[in-house]
């Protein structure tokens, strides 16, 4: 699936400032956080991944004021990856700091306080970054292929090295496909008759082949992916009806941290509001503790307490593609929330449904 910014939320503090309306204007759905009051330049991309932006001007306002140090402070307190973003060059000569006082207060940043320090030569670079940023975290770091690679030395070896990922092609195999076809495309459309026809293509190899190149992909490669099948159909995890309310909403604990439930439904048999939080491998019990400490807060947010207010319930549910042993349910039930492993067909045929939708397919 094609990435796209509208698949992003950011949560800023500085909604009118030039970097949250460019992110705007690409896509991304920007939500102000009213209760900074716009004091910092910060943009909040999960309840783990916190990004404070400072240009050279405001750097070294930071070190005078000491505000670059209380920040640091929250920024540790409250996020697992603290980043300090630094924009654009210092300019010391209209200045009177000592740059290296301004190099100790930047390594202190990473040395004492623990947040990982970043630069961009200008807005341009900070707004991709940031979207980058956001990309890896909401929707998943695509996973580094242990191939070892090396450099294509032209165009025909390029292609040779396409061919040698099929099965049973190494090189020599590869050249006689591209010899006899001529190209990539005419050997990937090949049947496996013609397949069979080229030397060292057994009939095994040319099925394995046709196999390789015909059938769909079928995975669930993102926790993202997960989220937008259970969201397209609820009936892959909930036995009765449910009304989606929302995916990637926020609550606050009580010290003020900003919490990021996955999805967020409403339970019409049970009567009850279900926050579900969704893994792709293993549960362990943080998984648990952290869903917990939503369900602790969740009259913070005013969605939910709305419901409360009404009568209805408050239930979590924990949910993975992997692996849910006993010993973690009954860990997890002591807590008061669900952990279950769905079945992984039910949601990649959901995933196919979707696809066919995007292409304009039947």
Same mark, same amino acid.
């Given at each position: ?17 030039? !970097? ?42 930071? @070190? ?30 209209? =200045? ?23 630069? =961009? ?19 998943? @770091?695509?996973? @580094? ?7 294509? =030395? ?67 490669? =993102? ?10 159909? !609820? ?6 009806? &449910? ?30 509001? &279900? ?9 362990? @019990? ?37 692996e849910c042993d006993t ?12 952990a279950c492993s769905i ?20």
């Open positions: 699936m094609a990435f796209k910014p509208t698949d992003l939320t950011i949560h800023v503090t500085r909604p009118g400032g030039k !970097p949250a309306r460019a992110l705007a204007n690409l896509g991304v759905r920007i939500c102000p956080i009213e209760d900074d009051h716009g004091k910092v330049d910060r943009y909040i991309l999960s309840n783990r991944l916190a990004i404070e932006r400072r240009d050279g001007a405001g750097l070294l306002q930071g @070190i005078m004021d000491k505000t670059l140090f209380t920040s640091a402070i929250y920024l540790r307190e409250h996020f697992e990856l603290p980043v300090l973003l630094i924009e654009g060059e210092v300019e010391y000569e209209y =200045t009177y700091f000592d740059p290296q006082a301004v190099r100790g207060a930047v390594s202190s940043m990473v040395l004492l306080y623990g947040l990982t320090v970043l630069a =961009t030569p200008d807005l341009e670079e900070t707004v991709e970054l940031i979207l980058m940023m956001a990309r890896q975290e909401q929707i998943g @770091i695509p996973e @580094i292929s242990l191939i070892p690679k090396r450099k294509a =030395t032209d165009l025909a070896d390029m292609q040779r090295r396409v061919i040698e990922m099929l099965p049973g092609c190494g090189l020599v195999v590869a050249r006689e496909l591209l010899q006899h076809f001529g190209s990539v495309e005419a050997i990937l459309g090949a049947s496996e008759k013609e397949l069979r026809g080229v030397r060292g293509i057994g009939s095994k190899t040319a099925a394995e082949i046709r196999g390789v190149v015909t059938e769909q992909y079928r995975a669930v490669d =993102t926790e993202r992916q997960l989220e937008e099948a259970i969201a397209a159909e !609820p009936g892959v995890l909930f036995d009765s009806p &449910v009304t989606l309310l929302d995916r990637q909403h926020y609550i606050y604990s009580e010290d003020g941290q900003r919490q990021f439930v996955d999805m967020v439904f409403l339970d019409h048999e049970a009567e009850a509001v &279900v926050f579900v939080e969704l893994k792709r491998d293993r549960l362990c @019990i943080e998984h648990c503790a952290q869903l917990r400490s939503y369900l602790d807060n969740a009259e913070r947010s005013e969605l939910v307490a709305g419901l409360l207010e009404g009568g209805m319930g408050l239930a979590g549910v924990l949910v993975t593609l992997g010993c973690l349910e009954e860990e997890a039930d002591e807590m008061g929330i669900s079945e992984r067909e039910p949601v990649i045929e959901v995933l196919l449904r979707l696809r066919r939708q995007r292409r304009g397919e039947a």
